[in-house]
């Protein structure tokens, strides 16, 4: 679904700029005295330099003109303000999603703030909406799309896929794990830079969901940001039909997780014949191999549109299908039975509620710390929401 986000912040906060002109400073092999004596009509005294260099202060215009000669930007580049005001890609029941986009605004926010000061280069993105020139919308060739962009092959030993690490260490794109009791799966924001065509890519998931289903719910938000961006604004309300985007969203995370080649062949390694079910711990292995949940599972082997499918349907006759009384593990009520029965092999039927520090986010803030570019307090306050 989409959601209307509104979020004004400056283009770049003061201690941004403080450690741009460090940067500079250390390059050209300045030290505080030859930048006073060659930018004296902006500061009263060398002392002045220091306590700028602090980033303690409120910067006057003479600050300003200063950094705009010495980073070669202009007053109205440094001062702008940008407004992300643009569509969000929200999956689930999105009745108090004002409060939870406060919440991810200022935590994606931070993000991008420690990440812009301790690596600039890996703060942005160009890759937002990439597969916008491709034509003809062939389910593969997004994937196939997609997987030469971010170096993944297609090799048994490539998989299960680690989508949230994989993104997590990508330039520009920022991610976000915790629980929600709004039924909001997973909840995307495109964040404009200063710079342009360049995009800070926000992804948010819900840990309040079976483990397994959340890389299937990444994957979803994925496709929205590289590919097709939502076109409803209640895309994924229980009892509704999906749009069309949304239904090759999910086909999309399907595909990309589960490809269809290498479940043939796991299902094979299970030597059933076609006549003999697969049992609650044939699904579970499967699961294994692919970190998704029991009813992604279930869906790709039982599902008749699986029939048509030109990779997979020509084996699909063939290849044991699951128990009869697993079609009841699309209730809610059943869903928690499968996760209770489930357990001891597997942690991927249950809900887990976790606060997910992101370790690059969690390095920039110690980073930003040892710099002294951010209080203990702001430090603290941060880490303790994600030890909630």
Do not use: W
Not at 189 to 198: D, G, R, Y
Not at 220 to 241: G, P
């Amino acid at each position: 679904m989409s959601i209307r986000v509104i979020n004004s912040r400056e283009a770049y906060t003061e201690k941004e700029l403080v450690c741009l002109v460090k940067e500079k400073m250390k390059k050209l092999n300045l030290n505080t005295s030859e930048l006073y004596k060659k930018y004296r009509k902006y500061f009263l005294s060398e002392d002045e330099v220091d306590v700028v260099l602090g980033g303690d202060i409120y910067f006057n215009y003479d600050i300003y003109k200063f950094l705009s000669e010495f980073l070669e930007m202009s007053i109205e580049e440094l001062t702008e303000v940008v407004e992300d005001n643009i569509e969000s890609s929200a999956r689930g029941k999105v009745y108090h999603e004002e409060q939870l986009v406060d919440v991810l605004n200022f935590l994606f926010d931070e993000m991008i703030k420690h990440r812009r000061i301790n690596s600039e280069k890996k703060a942005s993105t160009n890759k937002y909406l990439i597969g916008k020139d491709i034509k003809n919308r062939y389910m593969e060739e997004y994937i196939d799309f997609f997987k030469t962009k971010f170096k993944i092959g297609n090799k048994e030993e490539d998989y299960p896929l680690k989508l949230f690490e994989m993104l997590e260490n990508e330039k520009g794109f920022y991610i976000l794990r915790f629980p929600n009791e709004f039924e909001i799966s997973g909840l995307t924001i495109v964040k404009n830079s200063a710079k342009q065509n360049e995009k800070y890519v926000c992804i948010y998931v819900n840990t309040n969901e079976p483990v397994g289903r959340q890389m299937f719910t990444l994957a979803h938000e994925i496709y929205h940001v590289l590919f097709e961006r939502s076109d409803e604004m209640a895309s994924y309300l229980k009892n509704r039909m999906k749009s069309d985007i949304e239904k090759r969203a999910e086909e999309f995370a399907s595909r990309l997780i589960i490809p269809r080649d290498l479940l043939i062949q796991k299902v094979v390694e299970l030597r059933k014949s076609k006549n003999r079910s697969l049992d609650l711990l044939d699904i579970v292995k499967l699961q294994k191999e692919f970190n998704v949940s029991f009813q992604a599972i279930l869906y790709v082997l039982t599902n008749t549109s699986t029939k048509n499918d030109p990779e997979f349907g020509r084996y699909y006759e063939r290849l044991p299908k699951p128990l009869n009384e697993f079609k009841k593990a699309y209730t809610e009520y059943y869903g928690k039975e499968i996760a209770e029965r489930t357990k001891k092999y597997t942690n991927l039927n249950i809900v887990e509620d976790d606060f997910v520090l992101p370790k690059l986010f969690s390095e920039d803030l110690e980073n930003s710390l040892r710099k002294r570019l951010i209080s203990h307090d702001e430090y603290n306050k941060i880490l303790e929401f994600f030890q909630n």
